[in-house]
């Protein structure tokens, strides 16, 4: 059974980075039929891909365009966990982080999150 | 980005009711849509996939149907413990997009 274990500050200042971490049980984040994710829900944005990282024989990454120029997202495959980073945060990043994974082939594609992480508040203030 | 609307965003129904929520994508999508459940302070749950595939271990009361840019999730006799809001999303193409959500409330 597949299990995503969130960590990281419930609090970030504006103009700082969110770092999150999610550690995975049950499955591999070199996978070759995994496609590791990081979400955000907020009032105000509703739920928001904000991007994903995968491995079919070498690493791969896309984020979306709204948070493109800032974020980032890394295996470490030592821990069999991914991670974000969000720099230059402001008071509308705040919102409820979860890690997910979604399933694809060797041809990866775009899927449903079968598998959550519990979500992580963060929030962002000074 | 495809923009995905759910409709109703808030629904009242009975235990025992039959219920339907619409999802309608911009553009067509095939079938590469998911419905989720959400309760309060919980992480969503996967139920249908594919727009029409039951995921393992989710009630048989549950069912999908549409392809295209219109999808409905029926839910063909509400338990008490159904009441939560549930979410769309498409996953035809960059980005992925979810709906906005409907809540599903007790009558």
């Known amino acids: 059974q597949v299990q995503l274990q969130q960590s990281g500050p419930g609090l970030v200042k504006p103009s700082q980075t969110l770092s999150l971490t999610c550690a995975i049980s049950?499955?591999?984040?070199?996978?070759?039929?995994?496609?590791w994710n990081w979400i955000r829900q907020s009032p105000s944005r509703g739920l928001e891909w904000l991007g994903r990282?995968?491995?079919?024989?070498?690493?791969?990454?896309d984020y979306a365009v709204s948070v493109k120029s800032r974020i980032a997202i890394n295996p470490d495959t030592s821990k069999n966990q991914f991670s974000l980073q969000l720099n230059s945060v402001t008071p509308e990043d705040t919102a409820v982080y979860y890690c997910?994974?979604?399933?694809?082939?060797?041809?990866?594609?775009?899927?449903?999150?079968?598998?959550w992480g519990k979500g992580t508040t963060v929030t962002v203030s000074s | 980005a495809i923009q995905v609307t759910q409709s109703p965003s808030s629904l009242s129904a009975f235990v025992g009711d039959r219920v339907t929520i619409t999802c309608r994508a911009s553009?067509?999508?095939?079938?590469?849509l998911a419905w989720y459940q959400q309760k309060p302070g919980k992480a969503p749950k996967v139920l249908i996939y594919?727009?029409?595939s039951l995921k393992s271990g989710v009630p048989s009361r549950f069912s999908g149907s549409g392809s295209g840019t219109e999808f409905t999730l029926t839910i063909s006799s509400l338990q008490p413990e159904d009441f939560a809001t549930y979410y769309c999303?498409?996953?035809?193409?960059?980005?992925?997009?979810f709906g906005q959500g409907t809540r599903l409330e007790i009558k």
């Open positions: 594919d727009a029409s």
């Open positions: 049950g499955d591999s984040v070199s996978s070759s039929s995994a496609v």
């Open positions: 990282t995968y491995y079919r024989s070498k690493w791969y990454n």
């Open positions: 553009q067509g999508i095939s079938s590469a």
């Open positions: 997910a994974r979604s399933g694809s082939g060797i041809i990866v594609y775009y899927s449903y999150m079968d598998v």
């Open positions: 999303q498409q996953f035809d193409s960059y980005p992925i997009t």
